[in-house]
């Protein structure tokens, strides 16, 4: 079926981290099976990385709908001088 995926801007300080959660990215297929919806990281941020909260220092390359729902993604920011913006698909 249809995906719709919902995303909104997360501000991350420079040197810090922020909880990628289902305020800010959230997908639904109508199905209610989080768990089987999986984000691929095709271009991964340019200014930091994202990864798992468990895991710090390790980038990632997928996660679930469900891994943003229990709150145990993260994006941290890597730059050592603040950025604007980044962006990851």
Same mark, same amino acid.
Request: aromatic share 10%.
């Given at each position: 079926?249809?995906?719709?995926?919902?995303?909104?801007?997360?501000?991350?300080?420079?040197?810090?981290?922020?909880y990628?959660t289902?305020?800010?990215?959230?997908a639904?297929?109508?199905?209610?099976?989080?768990?089987?919806?999986?984000?691929? &990281? +095709? @271009?991964p941020? =340019?200014?930091?990385?994202?990864?798992?909260?468990?895991?710090?220092?390790?980038? &990632? +390359? @997928?996660?679930? =709908?469900?891994?943003?729902a229990?709150?145990?993604?993260?994006?941290?920011?890597?730059?050592?001088?603040?950025?604007?913006?980044?962006?990851?698909?």
């Amino acid at each position: 079926g249809d995906i719709a995926v919902f995303t909104k801007l997360l501000r991350v300080p420079k040197g810090d981290h922020s909880y990628i959660t289902t305020d800010v990215l959230l997908a639904l297929d109508g199905t209610d099976k989080p768990e089987e919806l999986l984000y691929v &990281i +095709t @271009s991964p941020p =340019q200014y930091g990385q994202i990864e798992y909260v468990s895991y710090p220092g390790i980038p &990632i +390359t @997928s996660f679930s =709908q469900m891994d943003v729902a229990r709150r145990i993604v993260c994006y941290t920011h890597k730059a050592k001088a603040a950025v604007c913006e980044d962006t990851f698909r």
